[in-house]
């Protein structure tokens, strides 16, 4: 597995811009305090978040969301 940070604490830089469209063709983790993301792509459900997987409550297969026209 390989994994990819976009990070930076200014806001503006680009880091969800570049994450949506690294997105297209990568799964996505949306760890931003944000969500945007997680909004973005229409996924609103805050109870299945990573924040869960992250403390052991619920593994990362019970949060996956399988959007419409995902390539799998």
Do not use: R
């Not at 924040?51 to 990362?60: A, M, P």
């Amino acid at each position: 597995m390989k994994i990819i940070i976009a990070t930076n604490q200014k806001g503006g830089t680009g880091k969800t811009s570049s994450t949506m469209n690294l997105g297209v063709t990568l799964a996505l983790i949306n760890l931003a305090p944000q969500a945007n993301l997680t909004y973005f792509f229409g996924t609103n459900d805050p109870k299945n978040t990573i924040v869960e997987v992250l403390q052991v409550i619920q593994t990362i297969q019970t949060i996956l969301v399988k959007k419409e026209g995902a390539v799998t």
